[in-house]
């Protein structure tokens, strides 16, 4: 096997060398100071796999090819914000909250799912949920957790909850079309750099999206969340944070969990 010569590569191609040197330093100021908060980022994301192991039993090709890719997006959205690379960090954020919103919708759409996932063009370059999320605001375990927590999980105009599907969905998208508070450069210089405001929008929206998502398969399959067991409950409940979310999830489903989450 050849073997891999970083001081023989092209000349252009020799940034590897600079790039490699700029991604340690970005790692090593964002963890200096941050290091709880990427350990509970990370901490969020394990509960993936309580998902995997219940959809991917429920919904076999479908769920196999999607959970794993929202666990994917979360990761490196993680890996992302460490390297100091902001932009792409709330991309791969809103590539998590749709690849949970398509798996609702396709797991009961496996025709749609196979042409979508063929790429053929049945959408048109449209939301397989239709204008604004109207799919979901037709599902009634939606809106039963709309009735009982008062909580508009998709009007971006919502005061009461500036943090819902809808609005994240929105803020998200900005990164994705390069809106100018998402540039990564800078008057003073071109190169990724650790900053601690950025990073922390960021971190601030990562658990908004974790909270999203984790509500959104809750709603979306609540027979499977509520057989994942009352410890992987308390769990996705403890990764989804607010208040008003467990709430609304524990009436909404009616879940049985005791005591405090």
Known sequence: MKSFKPDKLPQLTKMYDSQQKLNVNNWESTLKVNQNKVENCLEKIKVFDSWRNKLNVAHGEIAKSLIQEIFLDSYMSV??????????????LRAELETALRLVYFSTH????????????YFHGRHVWGDRFDYFKNLECYQRFEEKSRIKLFETDNK????????MYKILSK???SGFPAFLTTMQSVAPAYKRANFNTWAV???EVQKCV???LALGFPAEFKSLGIDSERKVLRVIGERS????????LDLKIRGRI
């Open 79 to 92: 890996h992302f914000a460490c390297m100091a690379l902001y932009k792409q960090a709330h991309v791969s």
């Open 245 to 252: 979310y467990k709430q609304g999830l524990k009436q909404t």
């Open 160 to 167: 009461n909850n500036p943090f819902n599907i809808a609005k």
């Open 205 to 207: 929206n990562f658990k």
């Open 214 to 216: 984790n509500t959104i």
């Open 175 to 177: 990164y994705v079309h």
């Open 110 to 121: 496996p025709v749609e799912f196979k042409w979508w996932r063929e790429d053929k063009d």
